[in-house]
């Protein structure tokens, strides 16, 4: 069992940054793949990042590669999203993900056993 609780979430202006953070608890956190998503009002939810036990091995979305940031530090039981170069089409509730399956496209939301709560982002233009 992992609890995750997300933080950071905010209001910025475009071309802002915000850094999101996952605090996990439980055990064997570094023997899950973490995952990002976002919900946005109207929408259904969709992938962000990802990044596997490995810190090395990481995965984004089209619309965010380049922008966005995922790591994860196993000794603190955290996961990070930095977010630079923010757009108003980012505006979403965030939310952090956890597996401890294998062999499966880290994008699938539906591969994700655990979730947070979520966290608001809103990019004003």
């Known amino acids: 069992q992992v609890q995750l609780v997300e933080s950071g979430g905010g209001l910025v202006q475009a071309g802002g940054s915000l850094r999101l953070s996952c605090a996990a608890s439980?055990?064997?956190?570094?023997?899950?793949?973490m995952g990002w998503f976002r919900q946005a009002p109207g929408k259904g939810r969709e992938f962000v990042a990802a990044?596997?036990?490995?810190?090395?091995?990481?995965y984004y979305a089209d619309s965010v590669k380049g922008r966005f940031t995922i790591s994860r530090d196993n000794s603190k039981n955290m996961v990070d999203l930095q977010m630079n170069s923010l757009k108003p089409e980012d505006t979403a509730a965030y939310y952090c993900a956890a597996r401890d399956s294998w062999g499966i496209d880290p994008r699938m939301l539906s591969s994700y056993k655990y979730w947070g709560q979520g966290t608001q982002v809103t990019v004003s233009s």
């Open positions: 990044i596997s036990r490995n810190p090395g091995n990481t």
């Open positions: 439980g055990r064997a956190f570094n023997n899950y793949l």
